[in-house]
């Protein structure tokens, strides 16, 4: 059984940053991309940001420049530096990633969600 765990979550003033983190746990052999999903009340989950194995990295225009995806394989875990924080960031921030299991087995598995607000 794999899990994903997120934590860094809360609440921050605009213009302030966070550090979400992601860790993989279980029958893991492998992980492939990673990537930060979010959803605002009302609105549908966006892509916020993936990496791959290599470290190639893609962000949505909303964050670009803003935040930063970085992993940390040896530790099966993604991170995500969100800086210049603002009211419209405001979400629920889910990790997500290609999981290859000592079964053998690939399937993406999805973490439960770390709130962020984003408010004075």
């Known amino acids: 059984q794999v899990q994903l765990v997120e934590s860094g979550g809360g609440l921050v003033q605009p213009g302030g940053s966070l550090r979400l983190s992601c860790a993989a746990s279980g029958s893991i052999l492998s992980i492939n991309t990673m990537r930060w999903y979010r959803q605002a009340p009302g609105k549908e989950r966006e892509l916020v940001a993936r990496i791959t194995v290599g470290r190639n990295t893609v962000y949505a225009n909303s964050v670009k420049g803003r935040f930063t995806i970085s992993r940390d394989n040896a530790k099966n875990a993604v991170y995500l530096q969100m800086n210049s924080l603002k009211p419209e960031d405001t979400a629920v921030y889910y990790c997500?990633?290609?999981?290859?299991?000592?079964?053998?087995?690939?399937?993406?598995?999805w973490g439960q969600g770390t709130q962020v607000t984003v408010s004075s």
């Open positions: 997500n990633a290609d999981i290859v299991t000592e079964a053998r087995d690939i399937d993406v598995y």
